[in-house]
C-alpha cells in the first residue's frame, strides 16, 4: 500500500494527457489517499484518451466525493471507443451526484460489450 495524495495524482492525470493514442489501459491507484483534486486531474488526463478500447480502472478506497467522480465519469464519456471496461470506484464517499454523472459517462460508452462496475 502506498500514501499517493493528490499530489501525486495531479501529475499521473497530467502525464495521461499526453497518452493520446493508447488503446489498452490498466490504471490501479486503489487503497491510496486521493481526493477530490487529484481525482478530477486523473479525470482530465484519462478524458484526452480517446482510442481507449479496453480499461481496466480501479481507483476504489480512497477519499473521492461527487467532485472527483463527476470528472471521472464525463472521462468515461470521452472515451466512446471502449468494448471493454472494469471499472472500480467503490470505498470512497461518492453521493447521488457522483453516481449520476458516472452513469452519465457510461451512456455516452455505447461499444461497450463487457462492463465490470463496483460502486460499493
Do not use: H
Request: proline share 0%; with cysteine.
Amino acid at each position: 500500500q502506498n500514501q499517493i495524495g493528490n499530489d501525486g495524482a495531479s501529475t499521473i492525470g497530467t502525464a495521461l494527457v499526453k497518452c493520446k493514442l493508447l488503446t489498452n489501459l490498466q490504471f490501479y491507484i486503489y487503497a491510496n489517499q486521493i481526493r477530490d483534486n487529484g481525482a478530477q486531474n486523473i479525470g482530465l488526463g484519462l478524458s484526452k484518451c480517446t482510442q481507449l478500447t479496453n480499461l481496466d480502472f480501479r481507483i476504489q478506497q480512497n477519499q473521492i466525493g461527487d467532485d472527483g467522480a463527476s470528472t471521472i465519469g464525463t472521462a468515461l464519456g470521452n472515451c466512446k471507443l471502449l468494448t471493454n471496461l472494469i471499472f472500480y470506484i467503490g470505498a470512497n464517499q461518492i453521493g447521488d451526484n457522483g453516481a449520476q454523472n458516472i452513469g452519465l459517462g457510461l451512456s455516452k460508452c455505447t461499444q461497450l460489450r463487457n462492463l465490470e462496475l463496483a460502486l460499493g
